[in-house]
């Protein structure tokens, strides 16, 4: 039960990596608040964990929304102890789209900003709000192992990656600056097998070497687990994390160690 008696807030928390974060979160003792957009797949997961789980639609582009909802937990809960900045898009959700550097259009650039870079400022800048009073709190943002590096393809996803990076730790000095026990950190997952996948992979017979073929370069050679990247975050939401702040982590597998390993 590490994280006993914490009250936690994690985004874009229906599916995938977040929904596992929300369950990781449970299963060590907080209580967590699921929020999405996706209100009718984000009210059956929080049924799903039980009495400590809590849903509220919250779209993260929007200010309103991060003020209404933080408030409704600070209040129903007393404080907020750990936030997880996790909801983000591609640009590919509707199918097929040129997001290389040369193509992209700007409303399709600023789209994946909006959600991936401007959630996650605002998410940062309120929670330092209502965390400000205990003067102490976690705060972790998902960026991406496209964050470190160039995505020809999908250049708005890894810019707005890669800047997440930069203002986690941004925030990590600014509330160390102010005196605040508020911790901010990044985390780096590569490939991990989510619902974001299932478009590239299909269903097909070739389903298989389409996985062999994503994960070739990645020197474990298979996709992360969302649990693996929620047993990170548990780690960073925990008071056995009070010294890492501005920190980034990677979950890629060994994908960023320098270059790829061949069993054998």
């Not at 994946?112 to 330092?128: M, P, Q, R, T």
């Not at 605040?180 to 298989?208: F, K, V, Y």
């Amino acid at each position: 039960m590490r994280l006993n008696g914490k009250t936690a807030l994690v985004t874009g928390a229906a599916r995938g990596i977040g929904l596992a974060i929300a369950g990781a979160f449970t299963a060590e003792g907080a209580t967590v608040w699921l929020t999405d957009i996706d209100d009718a797949a984000g009210e059956a997961a929080a049924a799903a964990l039980g009495a400590s789980a809590h849903y509220a639609h919250l779209d993260v582009r929007e200010e309103a929304d991060w003020q209404r909802v933080l408030d409704r937990a600070v209040a129903q809960q007393g404080r907020l102890d750990v936030l997880v900045n996790n909801a983000g898009v591609t640009g590919f959700e509707a199918g097929a789209a040129a997001h290389d550097p040369e193509h992209a259009s700007l409303d399709d650039w600023r789209a994946v900003h909006a959600v991936n870079l401007d959630g996650v400022f605002l998410g940062c800048k309120h929670a330092i709000r209502v965390m400000r009073p205990a003067g102490a709190g976690s705060i972790v943002n998902l960026s991406s192992r496209s964050g470190m590096v160039g995505i020809p393809g999908a250049a708005a996803y890894a810019s707005s990656k890669a800047a997440v990076r930069n203002h986690s730790k941004t925030v990590a000095l600014w509330c160390a600056g102010q005196g605040l026990a508020i911790r901010c950190n990044s985390i780096h997952p590569g490939a991990i097998l989510t619902p974001m996948w299932e478009a590239m992979l299909g269903s097909g017979p070739d389903r298989a070497q389409r996985m062999a073929d994503f994960v070739k370069d990645t020197p474990l050679h298979r996709f992360g687990r969302p649990e693996e990247v929620a047993a990170v975050v548990v780690l960073l939401a925990s008071d056995e994390a009070t010294y890492i702040t501005g920190a980034e982590i990677g979950i890629d597998g060994g994908l960023l160690a320098g270059s790829a390993a061949s069993p054998g």
